[in-house]
């Protein structure tokens, strides 16, 4: 990537025809001018080569690029050597849709293929044996792969195997089949194997099941072998890219989303009356809500437990439903305040300067934090904080490990007695005394994630698009995944990506699938209020949200299984609900954390009682089920 500011307009003709490759591209010319894109005068750049560069352009290296389209002068546009189609409306000879077109190629908008694109592209599935590692003992495993684009725009610009996994019973032939999609970016397909055998078990084999390893994982053209940190799996990148399957510029959600319906394509052309359905979470109900939004009359049901937001938005990055969360619980208000929402992050930017007290001079000096400004100091505290609050509890504690968080701040900014405060509260936050806590931050310091940096990394940055200065949210919060220097690590190997499409997640409108939610009111990661606001922008004959207090990110027990199916059969969803509220309610995650042994019993006595204005409004969500008449679920015509 080019770091000037400016550079000749003319830069195509003083470089000549014969342009450089880069990132170990075999095909160069339109890649280096991919990347100009955050030169200052990238545009005026564009605009200013010749005709002659866009007539030896094929139909696929033009479509890569959305920024570089919208710039082209007309009279290269004229030069193009391919007819204008629905994916090319900016060459229409109607005047109104051409302007429409390049707006919106201006605005990084532009089509997408379509399901009978993919028809097109389809190849058959070739099935073998699968090897050890994807065998269940009692079940019938066979290793199924095909041949799909790196990039769907540019299909003759080369292709890579995909590979998936499938599950079924002995003499028993299913009629239905399920895909699961792992989370991350970067989680293995293998991830839900104890899931997919159970259905597969549960139900009697009617149902096989699918593990798809993720493009850039795995049998799926793997680019690096998962790691313990992005460092580790970048360590050799010259020989990562020497040996790619397919370009990097293509690992994204979007490609991904259109890997599985070419998987589900290639499944109904062989078993054309049964039903299809899918499954994801994290990540994989991102990826599984893109998959059906590509492919909307493909699937007869989707599950998305925990669903990410569709866009970068600063609330995924607070604790606000966390927050909210406690102004609705009595003991948590009588503690934290009515105003939590609002006293909360005000209490964070307290934290921040060394200077509020010398309960917050002590944290500062015991944690090592350092920093020229509140937000560098607040960052370094998150840093500290982060591995705690994303890990799960155990299951024999009555809390979520972000609810802590709270009377730990407030413990600091009350600063009621600093003795307490250093026998109290800082063993706690050093893990001295505490061997739940230490063992908390051991475990996730080495456990052996197969989470692989490198993808999640690619892949988010696509969707997702970084900070690229100080944040904009004051003032700041512990949440995290807050900083964006934790989730992107992209300076290896932004030289590679610059220019590629971005990828624009959008509300789901399908006729066929009905789409079921599943999400814990504790989750973190995966904030309740925007998996609603999902739901609510979803179009779909049938849409379920089921809200699940006492839980996290995951952890719904049996019920969820039965949510699964229930979902895949089309059935009540009433059983899969009382398994998952009775599973929520017998260990039910209490602000008091008061049970026996529990390391944090005592930190509440270090909180001073906040004012509570009663009778508090609001409450949290409720199960919804909203169905809407559809023929073709109505009259059991399933695809």
């Not at 096989?208 to 940190?229: C, K, M, N, P, V």
């Not at 379920?544 to 990110?553: A, Q, S, T």
Request: hydrophobic share 35%; charged share 20%; net charge negative.
């Amino acid at each position: 990537m080019v770091g000037a500011k400016t550079l000749p307009v003319n830069l195509y003709d003083i470089l000549g025809p014969q342009i450089i490759t880069v990132c170990h591209q075999k095909r160069a010319g339109i890649h280096l001018f991919a990347t100009l894109e955050k030169v200052e005068n990238a545009a005026d750049i564009i605009s200013n080569i010749p005709p002659a560069f866009c007539a030896s352009l094929s139909k696929g290296e033009y479509l890569r690029y959305t920024w570089l389209r919208a710039n082209f002068s007309e009279e290269c546009r004229k030069h193009l050597q391919f007819p204008p189609n629905y994916l090319t409306p900016e060459l229409s000879s109607d005047p109104h849709e051409r302007s429409n077109g390049l707006d919106a190629l201006k605005m990084g908008h532009a089509p997408r293929p379509s399901p009978l694109d993919l028809e097109e592209m389809l190849t058959d599935i070739i099935w073998s044996n699968c090897d050890e590692k994807h065998c269940s003992k009692g079940r019938i495993c066979a290793r199924g792969q095909l041949q799909v684009p790196s990039n769907y725009l540019d299909p003759e610009g080369g292709s890579f195997t995909l590979t998936f996994y499938r599950y079924t019973q002995h003499n028993q032939a299913p009629r239905s089949h399920l895909i699961f999609l792992a989370g991350g970016p970067g989680g293995p397909g293998l991830d839900h194997r104890r899931n997919a055998t159970s259905i597969s078990k549960m139900t009697d084999g009617e149902v096989a099941t699918y593990l798809i390893d993720h493009r850039g994982l795995g049998e799926s053209g793997q680019f690096t072998e998962a790691g313990s940190s992005w460092e580790t799996e970048t360590a050799n990148l010259k020989s990562t890219f020497a040996n790619k399957k397919f370009d990097e510029k293509d690992l994204q959600l979007e490609p991904a989303a259109l890997d599985v319906a070419m998987v589900g394509l290639a499944l109904k052309r062989t078993n054309p009356t049964d039903r299809l359905s899918i499954y994801g979470t994290s990540y994989g109900a991102l990826w599984a809500h893109e998959t059906v939004r590509f492919a909307p009359d493909l699937f007869y049901s989707a599950v998305l437990e925990g669903m990410p937001a569709l866009e970068e938005v600063a609330e995924r990055h607070s604790f606000r439903d966390i927050l909210e969360h406690c102004r609705l619980d009595p003991f948590c208000r009588s503690k934290m305040g009515s105003d939590v929402l609002d006293s909360f992050p005000k209490m964070v930017g307290q934290l921040g300067n060394p200077e509020t007290n010398k309960c917050v001079k002590i944290l500062h000096h015991k944690l090592g934090i350092f920093g020229k400004t509140t937000e560098e100091r607040v960052q370094r505290i998150t840093g500290f904080f982060r591995e705690f609050v994303i890990l799960p509890p155990s299951a024999a504690t009555a809390y979520a490990n972000v609810q802590v968080l709270l009377p730990i701040v407030k413990a600091t900014i009350d600063c009621i007695n600093v003795g307490d405060y250093l026998s109290r509260v800082v063993p706690l936050l050093q893990g001295i005394s505490c061997p739940d806590l230490q063992n908390a931050f051991k475990s996730t310091a080495t456990s052996d994630y197969d989470i692989n940096f490198f993808v999640g990394g690619i892949v988010q940055s696509g969707y997702y698009v970084p900070s690229t200065g100080s944040s904009n949210i004051n003032p700041p919060d512990l949440h995290p995944y807050y900083y964006p220097d934790y989730v992107y690590h992209l300076p290896f190997c932004r030289y590679c990506l610059v220019g590629r499409n971005r990828n624009s997640p959008m509300p789901l409108v399908t006729k066929k699938t009905a789409v079921y939610f599943l999400q814990g009111l504790l989750d973190v990661q995966t904030p309740f209020s925007l998996a609603k606001k999902v739901f609510d922008s979803t179009e779909a004959p049938l849409k379920v949200f089921l809200p699940v207090n006492n839980r996290g990110h995951g952890n719904f027990g049996l019920g969820r299984t039965e949510y699964i199916v229930a979902a895949v059969y089309g059935d009540s969803v009433s059983t899969a609900q009382n398994l998952i509220e009775e599973s929520a309610e017998s260990q039910p995650m209490k602000w008091e954390f008061a049970e026996q042994g529990n390391p944090f019993s005592q930190i509440w006595t270090m909180v001073r009682n906040a004012p509570v204005n009663e009778p508090v409004q609001g409450h949290l969500p409720k199960m919804e089920i909203q169905e809407q008449i559809v023929p073709s679920r109505d009259n059991k015509i399933l695809y």
